[in-house]
């Protein structure tokens, strides 16, 4: 049984857990628009653009994390697919996807050109052995009558 000097204690704790728990929600993710309209008109134009680039590259230059080649970021015209100036929510989210995938492109481009080099300085195989084709069957069965009988694999490997 409870005393009742702790039923007031449980019930604080049980609040603070509650307004704990509240607070650890995630907080709904920002927009661009949420970030960068600036006359809430809805949408960003050209010149909000600009104005919340800049001030993304001074924090992070502030903060000690400047951001390298900033002038190969997308530029407004890039994210107005319609070119009414001003950008939206959606146009913002095509443009994101766009650059996701020229740069997943490019990563994946890079990486066959690597392999490619990789492969050329390796030297040619001299020897038998796993860097060599399989032979297949039909170049085994000699006479052709489906079955590789055991004069038929040695003299074929006898001819190599």
Do not use: C, W
Request: cysteine-free.
């Amino acid at each position: 049984m409870y005393s009742i000097s702790k039923i007031p204690l449980a019930l604080a704790a049980a609040f603070s857990l509650t307004l704990a728990a509240a607070s650890l929600q995630a907080a709904p993710a920002l927009t661009p628009i949420d970030t960068l309209d600036k006359d809430n008109s809805g949408t960003v134009n050209e010149a909000e653009f600009n104005a919340g680039r800049k001030a993304q590259l001074e924090n992070r230059a502030r903060m000690g994390r400047p951001i390298s080649n900033p002038e190969l970021g997308p530029k407004f015209g890039e994210i107005d697919a319609d070119g009414d100036g001003e950008a939206t929510l959606e146009e913002f989210r095509a443009a994101r996807l766009e650059i996701m995938a020229r740069r997943q492109a490019a990563l994946e481009l890079a990486r066959r050109e690597r392999m490619q080099q990789m492969m050329q300085r390796m030297p040619a195989p001299t020897t038998p052995g796993m860097m060599q084709p399989r032979p297949a069957f039909e170049e085994m069965d000699l006479n052709g009558d489906g079955i590789i009988s055991r004069d038929e694999y040695n003299r074929f490997h006898a001819g190599r």
